[in-house]
């Protein structure tokens, strides 16, 4: 495995960059992007797997039951967390409706979905199911790849568009946002007992398909791309759980986490930045902003007590007990799951996914800070964080 900086350089393109900048906020000055259209897996998932999984299911999976969504909807939606996603915080930031899930969507909830639509699946994977299964890998949720949601998408477009010319109106005023996906095609591996030297050698068939995608919407009209990279899995809970009780030089002293995890996401994000810089050359004139998701929650799990999550960063919130309150025959909402009950002191939800406090630091790091390349905040004007999710609501 290589041995990539968190601290890549961008500096080779920040030259044409800024006149894209220049072009960018001239034409979305009249009031930023008009919609969001995403794709993605259970870091963006508003919805979709919840609907696919009350038409094909019987007994619904625990992510739609209470505690999920306890603490901004009152009830469970559908995402994975206990409030709202990143991609919710994004949608008020730029001051457009939440994203709608594409799934089940029709009549006039179609037509809404010219202010936005979500095609991320929770459990979605980069690559198609048949890559996986020639490894003996089983996705145990969807087969909804990125290459099925952007099916969806163009299939999308014959019931909300008038016709070809506002097609592509509607996509060039989107914000087009490519994810967090790829982290299910290591996650599905991983806990399916493959070895991290075997996981990383999917990540350059990853990161094709992303790029690839990415190409595709931009031969459709996009003009605005948010990338994200993965977020450092060595810090989650499901792992440290896993491989709980390894040699203690497998850890890192500062944060607790699992060094060579952590590595295999920081060389997904270098290949993912380099295939990104070869997609800017090829289309000049589209604006693809890379997120840095890793090196933003890095912070939370450095310093937890200093950014208000005093109960920790890799301990689960809800969940079945042991040292990090992760057990996979116990998952959150379980009859017999614990659930903390200030989920803002914790970073981490349910052992794979984080709460609505650690999401909305992430939003901050992102959009209010240093963490996009070219940075977010000086191509839209954005509500402040005070206005978004507001100083006195819960978190």
Known sequence: ?????????????????????????????????????????????????????????????????????????????GRCSNGRLIIDFIAEGIRLP????????????????????????????????????????????????????????????????????????????????????????YNHALQAGKSIDEVE?????????????????????????LVPGNLPIGCSPVYLTMYYGSDKGEYDNSTGCIIRLNKLALYHNELLQIELNKIRERHPDAIIIYADYYNAAMQIFRSPKKYGFTNGALKACCGGGGPFNYNSSVP???????????????????????????????????FQGPYTMPQFNHMCRTQSLEEVVGLSSSM
């Open 332 to 366: 959150c909402a379980h009859p017999s799951s614990n659930l903390c009950l200030q989920p803002h002191t914790y970073a981490n939800w349910d052992g794979l996914h984080l709460t609505q406090a650690a999401y909305k630091f992430i939003y901050k790091s992102l």
């Open 98 to 185: 939440l994203v709608r899930p594409f799934v089940g969507a029709k009549g006039n909830r179609l037509m809404e979905s010219r202010q936005g639509v979500n095609f991320a699946v929770a459990g979605a994977t980069a690559l198609d199911s048949s890559f996986h299964a020639a490894r003996g890998v089983d996705n145990p949720l969807t087969n909804s790849s990125l290459r099925v949601q952007l099916g969806w998408f163009k299939q999308s477009l014959q019931s909300i568009c008038l016709n070809v010319q506002d097609c592509k109106h509607l996509i060039e005023r989107s914000l087009i946002l490519m994810g967090e996906i790829g982290g299910n095609d």
């Open 201 to 225: 050698t999917y990540i350059p068939f990853v990161i094709e398909a992303i790029g690839s995608a990415v190409n595709e919407l931009i031969d459709l009209g996009a003009k605005t791309l």
């Open 1 to 77: 495995m290589s041995n990539p900086s968190s601290s890549f350089s961008f500096s080779f393109i920040s030259g044409f960059i800024t006149l894209q900048l220049l072009w960018t906020c001239t034409f979305y000055a009249s009031g930023c992007y008009t919609s969001i259209i995403s794709f993605g897996d259970s870091l963006a998932d508003t919805g979709n797997l919840k609907r696919l999984d009350s038409i094909q299911n019987e007994q619904p999976l625990h992510f739609f039951l209470p505690p999920y969504g306890e603490t901004f909807f009152h009830m469970p939606t």
